[in-house]
């Protein structure tokens, strides 16, 4: 079995071919570790090979970790994936440096308000449902740019871009339909409402290189790199 350490270098890989292939420089791309339901252990095994950037999908679970590894704090930056509770905020934005889920308005004001002022400002990433799932959680495309515009207008927060889990799909083109979608939707609003979004959270271990085809600048990577996991989310 491949070790963690393997498994990360081959994403590297898989993300500068990709890249290559897109004509895009390797480092436009920023890979985040997603660490959810494995232990701390696991992480510190990323730390160990390069990896300073973790991605977690549960409050709780990634509070627990952060607490645990709480010796590499200062050189790690922790980014919430998974959905966020407007009464769970608090402890996000104290110990969060990412939110990529924000899909209400009175969750993005409760960060701003709860984010202390001794800590750079809180990344934000808006989350849509580009693939207009019914079951998925997210912004529809055209209610995004009126929180986009409310969140920029808040204080403690740096409105970074979008994020988006689009259905999976079998083949390159059908995977690269939702992402080009989301990359025309941040250009758009940038244009239109004067914004300079840099961050476009997409890919995934079955689809990064679609997404980076299409511009993602973050693919979020769990089970490539510390295999299957035992829930399904
Ligand atoms: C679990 C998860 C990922 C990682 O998915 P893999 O298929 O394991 O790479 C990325 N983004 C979100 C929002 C997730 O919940």
Same mark, same amino acid.
């Given at each position: 079995m491949a070790t963690i350490a393997e498994n990360i270098q081959e994403q590297h890989e898989r993300i500068a071919k990709a890249c290559a292939q897109? #004509?895009? &420089?390797?480092?436009?791309v920023t890979l985040l570790v997603v660490s959810k339901t494995f232990p701390a252990s696991a992480v510190q095994a990323a730390f160990e090979a390069g990896e300073r950037r973790f991605g977690e999908n549960y409050v709780q679970e990634g509070l627990d970790k952060i607490a645990e590894l709480s010796a590499l704090r200062p050189q790690l930056e922790w980014h919430l994936i998974g959905p966020l509770q407007s009464n769970k905020t608090r402890p996000v934005a104290e110990n969060f440096d990412w939110v990529h889920s924000v899909d209400r308005l009175k969750?993005?004001?409760?960060l701003a308000e709860q984010r202390p002022s001794h800590l750079p400002p809180l990344d934000i990433c808006l989350q849509v449902n580009i693939s207009a799932e019914?079951?998925? &959680? #997210? /912004? /529809?495309?055209? =209610?995004?740019?009126s929180l986009a515009q409310a969140v920029q207008a808040l204080p403690r927060l740096r409105l970074r871009g979008l994020m988006a889990i689009p259905e999976p799909a079998a083949d390159f083109e059908t995977q690269r339909q939702p992402h080009r979608a989301l990359a025309a939707l941040l250009a758009a609003l940038n244009r239109d409402l004067g914004l300079a979004m840099d961050t476009l959270s997409i890919g995934m271990s079955a689809d990064l290189e679609a997404a980076i085809? =299409? #511009?993602a600048t973050l693919v979020r990577?769990? &089970?490539a790199i510390f295999g299957a996991r035992q829930s399904t989310t």
């Open positions: 897109a #004509g895009r &420089s390797v480092q436009s969750t993005a004001e409760r019914a079951s998925k &959680s #997210g /912004l /529809l495309p055209g =209610e995004v740019a085809a =299409e #511009g990577v769990g &089970s």
